[in-house]
């Protein structure tokens, strides 16, 4: 079922006001993803979750500190016209301006047949979420500039994120961004595998296909893909 309406159920929060210290790097809010634009339906560059994933992130967040580590969320409740964005996108064949960094290796023609896009996604249930790990304290992070020249998302220099090495970039349309693909190892395995098993148990499941995404085990809507924006005005 989807859900249409200009604000969130009572059941959703910001994830800052859960948790302060989590980074934010919400990449649709920016022309830095495989779109090259700005995503439909980011107002604000928020983590909006359920209020059970928020408290669960915020448990996971705290083993992490103690290990000299940070979360840092990438993308957290998606609306269906954000995903509705992804499929427009996806079928326009003669765009592919972000090929270079994010789907190198990937034909467009390939996006749906191989999963990397889909007309549903678990983040407009509220209860999915992107997210890696910064080592402490965070180095800084220079922001995209658009037109710049692109790095492939494999590649051992990429896009100088602040997080620690997985192999991979965000948003990587890889078989290399598979969590557990033989092919990655040392410290980016050892990277994967950490932030794997705390986010487990803290009560999130990884989707094996990608590294970056895990969804809370008892998420609260599991039937309902909701398509409020992604502002502090969709609060309530």
């Known amino acids: 079922m989807t859900a249409t309406a200009s604000a969130a159920p009572r059941e959703f929060v910001a994830l800052r006001d859960v948790d302060p210290t989590i980074l934010h790097d919400i990449r649709y809010t920016t022309s830095h993803n495989f779109v090259g634009t700005p995503i439909r339906?980011?107002?604000?560059?928020?983590c909006?979750?359920?209020?059970?994933?928020?408290?669960?992130?915020?448990?996971?967040q705290r083993k992490v500190l103690r290990m000299g580590y940070t979360l840092k969320v990438y993308d957290c409740f998606r609306p269906q016209r954000a995903v509705?964005?992804?499929?427009e996108w996806a079928r326009d064949l003669g765009d592919q301006k972000m090929k270079t960094e994010f789907y190198p290796r990937v034909d467009k023609t390939r996006l749906f047949a191989d999963g990397y896009i889909a007309e549903k996604s678990g983040h407009s249930r509220g209860s999915t979420l992107d997210v890696t790990l910064v080592r402490l304290p965070p180095r800084w992070q220079r922001p995209y500039f658009p037109g710049e020249p692109l790095k492939n998302c494999y590649a051992p220099v990429r896009f100088p994120d602040n997080t620690v090495d997985m192999a991979t970039g965000y948003d990587c349309f890889d078989t290399l961004s598979h969590t557990d693909d033989p092919r990655v190892t040392g410290a980016a395995r050892e990277h994967r595998q950490l932030l794997k098993?705390?986010?487990?148990?803290?009560?999130?499941?990884?989707?094996?296909?990608?590294?970056?995404?895990?969804?809370?085990?008892?998420e609260?809507?599991?039937?309902?893909?909701?398509?409020?924006?992604?502002?502090?005005?969709?609060?309530?």
Do not use: I, M
């Open 84 to 87: 509705d964005h992804f499929v």
């Open 220 to 236: 609260p809507f599991p039937d309902t893909y909701f398509d409020f924006p992604v502002s502090r005005r969709s609060l309530r």
């Open 41 to 46: 339906g980011y107002v604000q560059p928020l």
């Open 48 to 60: 909006l979750l359920t209020k059970p994933a928020a408290k669960a992130l915020r448990a996971a």
């Open 197 to 218: 098993t705390v986010l487990a148990e803290a009560g999130f499941g990884n989707l094996p296909e990608e590294w970056w995404h895990f969804t809370l085990n008892d």
